[in-house]
């Protein structure tokens, strides 16, 4: 034992000190100044208004990705005691003294430094030397758009740092296969993976590509498995089912985990409610749940409703009607039938309310014990202020005509008759006797003697209908669709008989007691939903750019500029690092085909075990940029150079791999291996050389002339800010 | 597929497998605890259920054939699952009937005694394949043609396809976003079957009246019908088995949507013709690669090329057969590759022969039928618009063809420009105002794709608005690159104006209008002119000279964001002024028509493009309005995942209950069948391939019935999802009938599954007769079972009259199984 811990003490000793200079230099590149520039840089103005929020618990809705990386960023403000009081209004904006910008960078800053150390272990668990692990390492220290991404509050960084340690992980995992299944250790790495796996997905939704390539690497290594016929059935199975529960199972529990938390932080209602549906606003702390607290339950017959559609798009609205009718002949020359409007009104009015009433009888207030309306029953619904009935009729619909124009009845004597009898259709319900339930429920209108649909078509009228939105009968539709969903929002038993105190009634808050609340899951699974489908204005950006631009760095991103100096902080790349990547990814791609099809005609230039070293290196660092990026050409969403980042840092890590590779199997001769590693240096050099130059738009900290600044700029495309006196 | 399994076990125990792939010696009894399947572990070794099932009851036929399972299959030695396939099989139909010629050779001995075949039995089965053939043939045509000529009215697309039959019969130039070939062959079988263009279609509804139009409906028609041989014919070909290629045949030929499909004027006929043509082809090709470059080699490997340019000429799905047959090409090249016994001029001869059949034949034809679309088109009509300027010279008819216009750009001009990007339009304006709350309430500028006479400005200086510049006493002056000018809008003499405002859609520019009153206007009117591609001096040229126009005040450059206005702006384009000055097509223009008396008009012939310009120039024209066919907000829009539970089926016809309604709906019973049989397949399929990776050797028969279902499944399989899944990432307006090359290979799959699963349960059953019998009865349910399902849904295909389904009177009742079907 002690001659196994002594041995290797001295080789121990030694990566560690590689490890902690390359750590200690990382953190040196990442956190130096940290709390430079204080000024709003670039997209921290996105995030910060997230910070805010998470500081106040408020509720947002942020669709450009799931929550976990948001929260890590709150958690900074949380150490540094941010109360989430700034205004992020502006890029460029002075931070007030109340913001605590070194622990809001804190984070990212850390997971950048930490990339570097994870780069060189990387490449030592893909079996290579740790000159070339080293190389990785000093490769992601240097590159300077890594450095400008992590010093900042922005997420690519961390993203990054998960990704890689998913990666790293998962070797660690495969090599300990070999020696010890089964050990805490091989447990260790392979719950690691799957969590660090969650993780990047948790930040960004592009963390799920590497996911999937940690999972299809997982794979083919479990098909092996399979094949191992040294493993008895039992034992197979249970390699499988460690591995399903590490890699598939848990990293949903624990995205799942994100989102609880999430939803615990933020109890208050917020600027994003409307997005959400009655229900899960109910569930939020301020907002509707003041509204609609205590409101009973069952709606009944004479109960007072405003009803909202469920599908919530241009905006949420409410189904609304006033006393302006529909004119007589619209613009087009077509005939209407000059009944009063109905609408959907994105606002709270008076006007939104409405009467359920039974067909059979005329009173309009609630009987005692309340009569509850159930699934399939036949209602009337009367519009609050002005006592007329809800009515479809065969008439084209004012802007939609191929479907039915709803209107409130009024009877012109002209020998059109009053349709205005609906079929109640629940369609949460579950069973076929459910009650209407206030908020709860998601009804559908049919209407009796035409079987058209209640819907909202969500278009605009014209200046007669004040600009409210177009509801419909729809006659041709039978599936479901959102828009022909609807559910009572605020709701109370109406009381007055007289309509002069029921239009009092009308305009008083609702009020009784009753309480209720939506499951973790059903929050979750509307929040995600949510999520996904919420649509953010594609916009032109003046920076944003096409993937095409990424491989050779056409293209960077003015992140800041001083307000008096010429000091500036861009989002750019060191052009050597870039290309010679993009090089040897391409090498790669050459040589693996090269040998591999020479491998199939039975010529093996490598030994067995180099060769698979080779594949696996190639399956994660170029598979890696490959899943990083090219997905990135599938997208319609404006993009940005820092999207390239994680594939960039794939790239990197091939980098090494592929120079020790032509190093020792390339080149023939000692003198052609010199010559090899002198250029290497060289190159090596010169990167440094770049890299240095390129400091002062890295970390804005010297303000530089306009001749200087034309000097940096390299490239005709790179938009480099000179300020002109 | 337990019966398979534990039947797999017995044979397994009772024919003691070798312990290592060359011996042949009795197994040691350690080797036993291999066999066993990864999923049935705790399954009690083999002797027990040995003594249980391979008893007695095994007859000396099937003993044979275990103890010939001692011999390792050639394939059973692998790793990987690709490395397992055995190559190739026979050529042709005569081939035996197991899937791989290696264990057929060895198994042809032990089968003869059960199977004697001499030679007229033999001629007797081939009789027998071919009658087979012709009556599933029949079948397919007798329902396909059956009340083709109902309704007399034009069906949902007919009214588009139909519609461009009539531009090749007139020779007017259209445009579409789907490559010519579909609606060039239904023009051909339109013009042969006498009917002479002069129907409108104008709507969906609307009678045919004395016009002909069965030719055309009987052509594609005749095209469905024959997906159905075909299907039959890659079953038989990939299963070697004439029930599974039966069932298939039953499964397709009873389908109420193929049938609908195919009863009417559409594309989709065609270009599944051309997809199955090519599976066939492919298939066939495939069996033919033990005898390489012999005819029916070569035949049937261009066969392949020719449909595959074919589909691709129909519609842009047809690059998913396309991406099939590559794949399939590049692993059989691999396999080739493999094989150290050839050289490598045999394999650049292979290499050089697919090259030559699948990509440069195929490319060729493809290439050809744009040549023929050209020639036939080539008189101005309702496509001109979409395409640029030097295109529509070549149409007769249209004001460029032959046109002789004024060369170089003048003050008092007047003038349309054009967008330089594809399908973007003219600069236009018209009298009606920007909305309020949309910008500065002045008048709209858009771009339009029709020529009108809201598309002419005139050019003016932007200093003066003095003198008529018509007037002859004025010299001309030539407008000059960088010159200040002033654009006036020649109907409403406003003048094309942008300022601080925010465009209408695109935020972050700036809002473009028309301005001022009879000229007069202010400084943000002026306009600076610049030529990007300045090789023709200073001057700026009609139609060649590539023109910026950047607004004097704020800088920024005149462009179309290609967005769609609301119904205010009469859902023409958007007109921006952009400051970011990056330089897109979107942000230039060019001259188009030209009038100034003042200078004398030459000839403009030398401006004709070459072909491959036209073909570049159509692609990305037809690319961007297929980009531009995107759902709108509050549609109904059918999504991939409703299609294969057949969720909602396509109105084809009518909708009240006195109207003859057609309805666009799969056989509920066939496709749920097919749903479940993909996971089924996936499911026996993954159970048989972990078997061969835990090195499990299966018995002979078993081992080819699984290279069936790995094999010939799989490359089913694969077609489905190559048919179906890039649907998911398509972000243009889907409906129902792109489902359908789908559905055909998920047909086929079912086919060749249902077949395979149920020999392998009959196979488990021990006695010969009755397992026969199984197999007989399970094949004729299915059979049966979809031929009455059939019988209740055929009114959807062929119509019906009367109450619609909710309405117990009605032909349907009781049918409308789904809520979301409207029948």
């Given at each position: 034992m002690l001659g196994f811990l002594q041995h290797p003490v001295m080789v121990t000793a030694e990566v560690n000190l590689n490890m902690v200079a390359l750590t200690a230099m990382g953190l040196l590149s990442r956190l130096?100044?940290?709390?430079?520039?204080r000024a709003v840089v670039f997209d921290e103005v996105y995030y910060g208004q997230y910070i805010s929020f998470y500081m106040k618990r408020i509720f947002f809705l942020d669709?450009?990705?799931?929550p976990f990386g948001h929260m890590l960023l709150a958690l900074g403000g949380y150490l540094g005691g941010?109360?989430?009081?700034?205004?992020?209004?502006?890029?460029?904006a002075e931070y007030s003294s109340n913001v605590p910008v070194w622990s809001l960078r804190l984070l990212p800053a850390l997971s950048g430094a930490l990339s570097v150390p994870m780069a060189y272990e990387i490449v030592r668990e893909l079996g290579f030397s740790h000159c070339a692990a080293t190389g990785a390492a000093l490769l992601v220290l240097i590159e300077n758009a890594l450095i400008t991404q992590s010093r900042l509050m922005l997420l690519e960084s961390v993203l990054i740092f998960f990704n890689l340690l998913a990666v790293l992980s998962y070797l660690k995992f495969s090599n300990s296969q070999k020696h010890r299944p089964f050990s805490p250790r091989w447990w260790f790495w392979l719950v690691l993976t799957g969590v660090a796996c969650s993780c990047a997905v948790g930040i960004k939704y592009v963390g799920v590509f590497t996911y999937l390539l940690v999972l299809g690497v997982a794979a083919v290594h479990a098909w092996h498995v399979i094949g191992d016929?040294?493993?008895s059935n039992v034992r197979v199975l249970c390699h499988l089912l460690a591995r399903a529960a590490a890699l598939v199972v848990l990293p949903i529990l624990v995205y799942l985990l994100f989102f609880y938390i999430h939803l615990l932080l933020l109890y208050r209602s917020g600027p994003?409610?409307?997005?959400?549906s009655s229900a899960f606003q109910a569930?939020?702390?301020?907002?509707l749940a003041r509204v609609t607290q205590?409101?009973?339950?069952e709606v009944a017959f004479g109960s007072q409703v405003t009803l909202k559609n469920v599908?919530?798009?241009?905006v949420p609205c409410w189904l609304h009607s006033h006393q302006s009718t529909y004119?007589?002949?619209?613009?087009?020359g077509r005939g209407s039938s000059h009944q009063q409007q109905v609408t959907c009104y994105p606002f709270k009015d008076v006007n939104n309310w409405w009467i359920v009433k039974?067909?059979?009888?005329?009173?309009l207030v609630v009987n005692n014990p309340p009569r509850p309306v159930r699934h399939g029953d036949v209602v009337q619904l009367v519009h609050?202020?002005?006592?007329?009935l809800l009515n479809t009729h065969d008439v084209a619909a004012p802007?939609?005509?191929?479907a039915q124009e709803v209107s409130c009845y009024v009877d012109y004597?002209?020998?059109?008759?009053?349709?205005?009898l609906w079929r109640l259709d629940i369609?949460?319900?579950?069973?076929?006797?459910?009650v209407w339930k206030t908020i709860l429920s998601e009804v559908r209108f049919v209407h009796?003697?035409?079987?058209?649909i209640l819907k909202l078509s969500g278009v605009p009228l014209p200046d007669w209908g004040f600009r409210q939105l177009e509801v419909v009968g729809e006659k041709l539709f039978r599936g479901y669709h959102e828009s022909t969903v609807w559910n009572v929002e605020e709701h109370r038993y109406g009381r007055s008989q007289e309509q002069k105190e029921r239009e009092l009634e009308l305009h008083s808050p609702t009020q009784v007691d009753i309480s209720r609340n939506l499951s973790f899951m059903a929050r979750f699974s509307e929040l995600q939903w949510r999520m996904l489908t919420?649509?953010?204005?594609?916009s032109e950006h003046k920076y944003s750019s096409t993937p095409l631009d990424w491989v050779m760095l056409d293209t960077n991103i003015a992140y800041w500029l001083h307000p008096r100096t010429s000091a500036q902080i861009h989002l750019l790349g060191n052009v050597v690092i870039w290309a010679s990547a993009s090089l040897a990814t391409l090498a790669y791609a050459l040589l693996f085909v090269w040998y591999l099809l020479r491998r199939r005609r039975r010529?093996?230039?490598?030994p067995e075990d180099r060769w698979l070293r080779w594949v696996l290196a190639g399956a994660l660092c170029a598979g890696g940029w490959a899943v990083n990026y090219l997905p990135f050409f599938l997208m319609e969403k404006t993009l940005f150079l820092y999207h390239y980042l994680p594939a960039l840092t794939f790239q990197i890590l091939l980098l090494p791999v592929v120079l020790e590779h032509v190093s020792d199997h390339?080149?023939?001769?000692q003198l052609q291996r010199s010559l090899f590693t002198a250029l290497v240096v060289a190159w090596f050099t010169s990167a440094c050389h770049v890299s240095n130059m390129l400091r002062p738009l890295t970390y804005g900290d010297r303000p530089l002339s306009p001749s200087e600044l034309k000097a940096l700029r390299?490239?005709?495309?790179w938009d480099i800010l000179i300020r002109r006196y | 597929m337990l019966c398979a399994t534990s039947r797999l076990l017995a044979a397994r125990a009772a024919s003691a497998?070798?312990?290592?792939?060359?011996g042949r010696g009795p197994a040691p009894r350690?080797?036993?605890?291999?066999?066993?399947?990864p999923g049935h572990?705790?399954?009690?070794?083999?002797d027990l259920l040995a003594g249980r099932?391979?008893?007695?009851?095994?007859?000396t036929g099937r003993r044979a054939i275990l103890r010939r399972g001692?011999?390792?299959?050639?394939?059973?030695?692998?790793?990987a699952g690709s490395e397992l396939r055995p190559r190739r099989g026979r050529c042709?139909?005569?081939?035996?009937?197991?899937?791989g010629r290696d264990v057929a050779t060895e198994t042809a001995t032990a089968r003869s005694p059960k199977r004697p075949a001499p030679l007229s039995s033999r001629r007797f089965e081939a009789a027998g394949r071919w009658a087979l053939l012709a009556l599933v043939t029949l079948t397919s045509f007798a329902t396909r043609f059956h009340?083709?000529?109902?309704?007399?009215h034009i069906c949902w697309d007919e009214t588009h396809f139909g519609k461009m039959g009539s531009y090749y019969i007139n020779r007017t130039f259209f445009f579409d976003v789907h490559p010519p070939l579909g609606k060039m062959l239904i023009g051909l079988a339109g013009y042969l079957s006498g009917?002479?263009?002069?129907?409108?279609?104008?709507?969906?509804?609307?009678n045919y009246e004395h016009h002909s139009y069965m030719g055309m409906r009987g052509f594609c028609a005749f095209l469905g019908s024959m997906l159905i041989p075909l299907a039959y014919l890659t079953v038989l070909e990939l299963s070697r088995s004439l029930p599974a290629a039966l069932l298939t045949a039953a499964l397709l030929t009873f389908d109420t949507g193929c049938l609908t499909l195919s009863q009417?004027?559409?594309?989709d006929p065609i270009l599944m013709f051309f997809i199955m043509a090519a599976m066939l082809s492919m298939v066939k090709y495939n069996s033919c690669a033990n005898r390489p470059f012999s005819a029916p080699w070569w035949f049937w490997l261009s066969l392949t090329g020719v449909n595959l340019a074919g589909a691709l000429g129909v519609k842009f799905v047809g690059l998913f057969i396309i991406l099939q047959v590559g794949w399939n090409t590049l692993s059989d090249l691999w396999h080739l590759f493999g094989?150290?016994?050839?050289s490598m001029v045999t394999l650049g001869k292979h290499l050089t022969a697919r090259i030559l059949c699948l990509i440069v034949l195929p490319l060729a034809l493809y290439i050809a039928t744009y040549a023929v679309h050209f020639m036939v088109l080539n008189k101005s009509g309702?496509?001109?618009?979409?395409?640029?300027s030097a295109f529509q010279?070549?149409?007769?008819?249209?004001?460029?063809?032959?046109a002789s216009i004024p060369e170089h750009l003048a003050y008092g001009s007047m003038i349309t420009v054009k967008n330089l990007?594809?399908?973007?339009g003219y600069l236009h304006s018209h009298r009606h105002f920007y909305p309020e709350?949309?910008?500065?309430r002045q008048q709209q500028v858009t771009t339009y794709l029709h020529k009108d006479y809201n598309n002419l400005w005139i050019i003016k200086k932007h200093n003066s608005n003095s003198a008529?510049?018509?007037?002859?006493s004025h010299p001309v002056e030539f407008v000059r690159h960088g010159d200040i000018i002033r654009l006036e809008h020649?109907?409403?003499?406003?003048n094309l104006h942008s300022h601080y405002h925010e465009a209408p859609l695109t935020r972050k520019h700036y809002q473009v209008t028309g301005y001022g009153i009879n000229g007069s206007g202010d400084s943000n009117d002026f306009w600076r002119i610049e030529v990007i591609n300045r090789k023709f001096g200073n001057r700026i040229k009609v139609l060649r000279s590539r023109i910026r126009l950047i607004h004097?005040?704020?800088g920024c450059v005149l462009g179309s964001s290609g967005k769609v206005l609301p119904k205010w702006g009469w859902e023409q384009l958007e007109v921006t002024c952009t400051?970011?000055?990056?330089?897109?097509?979107?942000?230039i223009w060019n001259v188009e028509d030209h009038i100034n008396p003042k200078l004398p008009n030459i000839s403009l012939e030398v401006l004709q493009p070459s072909f491959p310009e036209i073909m570049l120039e159509s692609h990305l024209v037809m690319i961007r309005g297929n980009n531009g066919l995107k759902p709108k907000d509050n549609e109904f829009t059918s999504k991939p995942w409703h299609w294969p539970i057949n969720f909602q089926g396509l109105r084809f016809s009518g909708v009240n209950d006195t109207d003859f309604r057609v309805y666009l709906l799969g056989n509920p019973v066939i496709w749920w069948l097919n749903l479940l049989s993909i996971a089924l397949y996936i499911l026996s399929a993954s159970i048989f391939a972990v078997a061969v990776q835990r090195g499990a050797h299966l018995p002979v028969k078993v081992e080819g019935l699984s290279q069936v279902l790995l094999r010939g499944g799989g490359q089913l399989l694969f077609g489905w999802m190559m048919h179906y899944f890039p649907f998911f990432l398509m972000g243009r307006v889907l409906y129902f009938h792109h489902y359908f090359p789908a559905m055909l290979f998920s047909s086929m799959l079912t086919g060749l599954l249902w077949d395979t699963l149920l020999r392998l349960c009959a196979w488990s059953l021990a006695s010969y007769p009755l397992a026969r019998c199984v197999h007989v009865l399970g094949i004729l349910t299915l059979l049966l079972g979809t031929a009455y399902s059939f019988y209740l849904f055929h009114p959807l295909a062929y119509g019906m009259v009367g109450p619609l389904a909710q309405d117990p009177q009605s032909p349907m009742a009781g049918l409308r199984w789904l809520e979301s079907w409207d029948f």
């Open positions: 130096w100044q940290l709390a430079y520039p669709g450009s990705g799931p941010f109360d989430g009081n700034f205004l992020w209004n502006r890029i460029g016929q040294t493993l994003h409610d409307q997005i959400m569930s939020l702390e301020g907002g205590g409101q009973p339950l599908f919530g798009q241009p004119p007589m002949i619209y613009e087009n039974d067909p059979g009888r005329h009173q609050g202020m002005t006592t007329r802007l939609s005509p191929h004597n002209i020998s059109m008759p009053p349709q205005n369609v949460n319900r579950e069973s076929d006797t459910d009796v003697n035409t079987s058209a919420v649509r953010s204005d594609d010529v093996c230039d490598l390339l080149c023939r001769s390299w490239k005709d495309s | 497998l070798p312990a290592h792939p060359r350690s080797r036993r605890r291999e066999l066993h399947f572990p705790e399954l009690p070794p083999g099932f391979a008893g007695p009851s095994v007859s001692r011999m390792p299959p050639a394939a059973g030695g692998g790793l042709g139909s005569q081939a035996a009937r197991a899937a009340r083709l000529d109902q309704p007399p009917y002479d263009g002069t129907f409108l279609f104008q709507k969906p509804g609307d009417y004027i559409l594309l094989d150290l016994s050839l309702p496509g001109d618009g979409f395409f640029s010279a070549r149409l007769s008819g249209n004001n460029l063809h032959n990007r594809m399908a973007i709350g949309v910008g500065a008529d510049p018509l007037d002859p020649k109907e409403t003499s406003r004097l005040v704020t400051p970011y000055l990056k330089e897109t097509l979107s942000s």
